[in-house]
């Protein structure tokens, strides 16, 4: 499990839709790597605990977004300090397989 955790931008799938949380420094970076250099992934929008509405161009929204509407996505990228309590509050509701982290 640990090797599909823990993957950095350029290990992602190919064409995968994507949650960033982490409406950050850390969240900018992820974008702008994945911009320039994973064009075929595709960021929907970020999650964040403590913020919302626009960061870089795209909306932020509360983690339970994802629960209370129809989201189709592929993975929630975790870029953030505290991947760790994220994850945990995360795995309640999103399969393990869908929680990736950046190292």
């Known amino acids: 499990m640990i090797s599909t955790f823990f993957l950095s931008i350029h290990e992602l799938p190919k064409n995968e839709r ?13 974008l702008n790597t994945i ?5 075929d992934i595709d960021v929907l929008f970020f999650l964040d605990t403590y913020k919302e ?22 993975r929630i990228l975790v870029a953030s300090v505290y991947w760790y309590e ?5 795995k309640k509701n999103v399969p393990m397989s869908m929680i ?3 190292p």
């Open 18 to 30: 994507i949650l960033i949380y982490g409406a950050s420094e850390s969240g900018l970076s992820a």
């Open 35 to 39: 911009k320039r250099e994973r064009k």
């Open 53 to 74: 509405g626009t960061f870089s161009g795209l909306a932020v929204h509360k983690p339970n977004h994802i629960f209370t509407h129809d989201i189709h996505y592929d």
């Open 86 to 90: 994220i994850v945990h509050g995360l």
């Open 100 to 102: 990736s982290v950046l």
